[in-house]
């Protein structure tokens, strides 16, 4: 490397304000007058008329129109809580699964999904069932009963 192929790293910084040889003299770079010329004005998410930011994007928090309000059970998991007298053999539905705090409150729909092994009878009421979960119910012998909503 000679002194010839050195870079110049050390350019002045422009400092507005200090005579028109500056470049940035009379105005700074602020053009003429109005509310932005001013000393310590800052217009906060002004963007010149245009629709600002923050009112182009959605509200937080709103809700959403497919919002899930189908709750999921798979058969395994209800013969668990027969056989831990949790559940009663008797009709199981949605409502029941509320009241012993199985299932949140939020939902309004039920569906059984066919997921592990079936040793005990039961009754249920469901919106919604899945093929296997059927198969499994009914060749055990337990009863279906589909709510239509």
């Not at 470049?23 to 800052?42: D, F």
């Not at 539905?93 to 040793?119: A, M, P, S, T």
């Amino acid at each position: 490397m000679s002194l010839n192929q050195l870079i110049k790293t050390n350019s002045k910084k422009i400092r507005p304000g200090r005579g028109i040889g500056s470049g940035k003299g009379k105005t700074s770079g602020r053009g003429h007058k109005g509310q932005k010329s001013r000393r310590g004005v800052a217009i906060k998410s002004f963007e010149g008329g245009q629709m600002p930011l923050y009112r182009r994007l959605p509200k937080r928090g709103f809700n959403s129109l497919k919002k899930n309000v189908t709750a999921i059970i798979n058969i395994s998991s209800i013969e668990n809580l027969i056989n831990s007298k949790k559940l009663t053999k008797g009709p199981i539905d949605l409502k029941q699964l509320q009241e012993k705090k199985i299932i949140n409150k939020k939902f309004k729909k039920l569906k059984v999904l066919g997921g592990g092994e079936l040793k005990t009878k039961f009754d249920i009421s469901t919106n919604y069932l899945s093929k296997q979960a059927k198969l499994k119910i009914e060749k055990i012998g337990g009863k279906i009963n589909i709510l239509k909503k």
